[in-house]
């Protein structure tokens, strides 16, 4: 039997990369963050100069990513986001991201059992099999709270306003594209996290997940 594969889909800031990161770390599983890579493909490009690319410039970059962005901390910047979104729209960019997580679910590193990959598209389109599928949700004002804390430190932090209505416009984006849009598989549990702790979350995705792992074995 293949292993655990646990995907984790939603809007921006839902609080997808602090669940993932838990239950990799719990479940003793390798970890993704999907996002990371068309946040990385869009780092390279701004560099580059190329802020408004077209898709056979984006595509090359995909194909070349270079891994070392990965860990390179204006990946989170806003401009950073808004960009990831705009490349994220093109199929020649989804295509060339694609076989890299299908083979990190199918090959986790490190020896790992299974993995936890969270993005947009992991249950519909890069791990439509996998064991466990969560869409995690909340409310755009909770989402922009927590999103502009995490910015807060930051540099020319921006305004809580601001913040939202980035998010807004990248969900918006992210929904209405015609390649893997944002959509919960048929069959993902949804977790809306407006009202809920870290912990709380945490909880129920576990319990999904072990009801999932003893219907398996
Ligand atoms: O962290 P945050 O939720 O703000 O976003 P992210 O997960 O880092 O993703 C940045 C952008 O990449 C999203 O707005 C999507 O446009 C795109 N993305 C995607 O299209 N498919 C994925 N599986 C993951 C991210």
Excluded: N
Aim: with cysteine; hydrophobic share 45%; aromatic share 2%.
């Amino acid at each position: 039997m293949s292993g655990l594969v646990v995907a984790i889909d939603g809007p921006a800031a839902a609080g997808k990369g602090t669940l993932a990161r838990r239950l990799a770390a719990a479940l003793d599983l390798a970890y993704l963050d999907t996002g990371s890579l068309y946040r990385a493909v869009a780092l390279a490009l701004l560099r580059a100069g190329s802020g408004r690319p077209d898709e056979a410039t984006a595509t090359a970059a995909a194909r070349r990513l270079d891994r070392r962005l990965l860990g390179d901390p204006a990946l989170r910047d806003e401009a950073t986001g808004r960009l990831a979104s705009m490349v994220a729209a093109m199929p020649g960019v989804r295509a060339a991201l694609l076989d890299l997580q299908r083979d990190f679910a199918a090959h986790p590193p490190d020896g790992k059992a299974g993995a936890v990959l969270d993005g947009r598209d992991v249950g519909t389109v890069v791990c439509p099999d996998a064991t466990v599928k969560l869409f995690v949700t909340a409310s755009a004002e909770t989402r922009a709270l927590r999103r502009h804390g995490e910015l807060a430190g930051a540099d020319a932090a921006p305004s809580l306003a601001r913040v939202r209505a980035e998010l807004v416009s990248r969900d918006a984006r992210d929904s209405a594209r015609a390649t893997a849009p944002l959509v919960p598989a048929a069959d993902a549990h949804l977790l809306d996290t407006s009202d809920l702790s870290i912990e709380e979350v945490f909880a129920r995705a576990k319990a999904i997940i072990e009801t999932a792992r003893t219907r398996r074995s």
